[in-house]
T-cell receptor, first 112, second 113 residues
Framework: DQQVKQNSPSLSVQEGRISILNCDYT??????FLWYKKYPAEGPTFLIS?????DKNEDGRFTVFLNKSAKHLSLHIVPSQPGDSAVYFC???????????FGPGTRLSVLP | DAGVIQSPRHEVTEMGQEVTLRCKPI?????LFWYRQTMMRGLELLIY????????DSGMPEDRFSAKMPNASFSTLKIQPSEPRDSAVYFC???????????FGDGTRLSIL
C-alpha cells in the first residue's frame, strides 16, 4: 500500500512552459514534504520542502503547493529548462520522524 | 565541502558471496540512512542511525542484511549471502537534526549473478 503516490510516471513539457508534477499521500499525519530531483547515475538531490503549516513555498523557478484537505502537493517549475529533465521524487514524513516515505517518481522531459 | 561518499560505485558478484557497501556521511551530520532502489518497489528505507546508533531497521528485508556504524564518519551495509534478488541501487544519505533534507550519495549499483 503506497502512502505516497505519483500517478504520472512521465511528463513531457516544452522548454519555457510550466511543468506541474503531482503527488498524493494517504497518511494524514504527514506534515513535512520534500521534492528531490535525480539525474541518471547520481543520487537524489534536494530541491524544495514545505511543512504543513504552509500552503506554498517558493524558491526561484520552483514552487511547491500543499493542499492538506486533499492530501495533495504539487511542484511547479516555470519556466522549464532542458536541464530540468530528470526524475522527480516526492517524499513525506510524520512529525520529527526520520522515516521519509518516497513516491515512485515522475520522469520529466523538457523538450527544446 | 564533500558530499556523501559511497563505495564502490558498481559491484558485480556471484550469488552466495558476501557484499559490503560503504558510506561516508557529510561531516557533522548526525543521521545516516540506507536506501534501496528497485524498479518494482522504488526507493525504500532499509535502516537509519542517529549518533551512530541504529534507530529503525524495520526496512531491512531479512537477516542476510546487516548494517553498522562504528563511528560518525563511516557506515557499512553487508549482505551475506547475497542473492540475485538483492540486485538494486543502494543509496546512503545523511542529514542534520531537525526538519532538514537528506543529502544522498551517488549510490552503489549492485548486481548479483
Amino acid at each position: 500500500d503506497q502512502q505516497v503516490k505519483q500517478n504520472s510516471p512521465s511528463l513531457s513539457v516544452q522548454e519555457g512552459r510550466i511543468s506541474i508534477l503531482n503527488c498524493d499521500y494517504t497518511n494524514s499525519m504527514f506534515d513535512y514534504f520534500l521534492w528531490y530531483k535525480k539525474y541518471p547515475a547520481e543520487g537524489p538531490t534536494f530541491l524544495i520542502s514545505i511543512s504543513s503549516i504552509k500552503d506554498k513555498n517558493e524558491d526561484g523557478r520552483f514552487t511547491v503547493f500543499l493542499n492538506k484537505s486533499a492530501k495533495h502537493l504539487s511542484l511547479h517549475i516555470v519556466p522549464s529548462q532542458p536541464g530540468d529533465s530528470a526524475v522527480y521524487f516526492c517524499a513525506a514524513s510524520e512529525g520529527r520522524g526520520q522515516n521519509f516515505v518516497f513516491g515512485p517518481g515522475t520522469r520529466l522531459s523538457v523538450l527544446p | 565541502d564533500a558530499g556523501v561518499i559511497q563505495s564502490p560505485r558498481h559491484e558485480v558478484t556471484e550469488m552466495g558471496q558476501e557484499v559490503t557497501l560503504r558510506c561516508k556521511p557529510i561531516s557533522g551530520h548526525d543521521y545516516l540512512f540506507w536506501y534501496r532502489q528497485t524498479m518494482m518497489r522504488g526507493l525504500e528505507l532499509l535502516i537509519y542511525f542517529n549518533n551512530n546508533v541504529p534507530i529503525d531497521d524495520s526496512g531491512m528485508p531479512e537477516d542476510r542484511f546487516s548494517a553498522k556504524m562504528p563511528n560518525a564518519s563511516f557506515s557499512t551495509l553487508k549482505i551475506q549471502p547475497s542473492e540475485p534478488r538483492d540486485s538494486a541501487v543502494y543509496f546512503c544519505a545523511s542529514r542534520h537534526t531537525g526538519n532538514q533534507p537528506q543529502h544522498f550519495g551517488d549510490g552503489t549499483r549492485l548486481s548479483i549473478l
